[in-house]
């Protein structure tokens, strides 16, 4: 059974930084494609970076320069280091294989003053 569990999320200022995990589990995780995503309030869900199994990473340009995903293979965890967090980073974030139909719960992140 697929799983994703995020963890990590909080409130923050703006210019803070989180540190977001998320414990991928039922799949072969140092062959997935792992991907962040976001929603904000009244927003659609969105991607936000991508980090490949041969170790390229992708981002949306709105996080570029500021967001870094990595992953561990040994422990099936991909993260998102965030910094210099800003207001429209508000959200519920999520992680999960490239495709995969399955959900976690996410992580609030709130970044407000």
């Known amino acids: 059974q697929v799983q994703f569990v995020e963890s990590g999320g909080g409130l923050v200022q703006p210019g803070g930084s989180l540190r977001l995990s998320c414990a991928g589990s039922?799949?072969?995780?140092?062959?997935?494609?792992m991907v962040w995503l976001r929603q904000g309030p009244g927003k659609a869900r969105e991607w936000v970076a991508t980090?490949?199994?041969?170790?390229?990473?992708f981002y949306t340009d709105s996080v570029k320069g500021r967001f870094t995903i990595s992953r561990d293979n040994a422990k099936n965890t991909v993260y998102l280091q965030m910094n210099n967090l800003e207001i429209d980073d508000t959200g519920v974030y999520y992680c999960?294989?490239?495709?995969?139909?399955?959900w976690g719960q996410g992580t609030q992140v709130t970044v407000s003053s």
């Open positions: 980090s490949a199994p041969g170790g390229a990473t």
């Open positions: 999960q294989e490239a495709g995969s139909t399955t």
């Open positions: 039922g799949f072969s995780f140092n062959e997935a494609i």
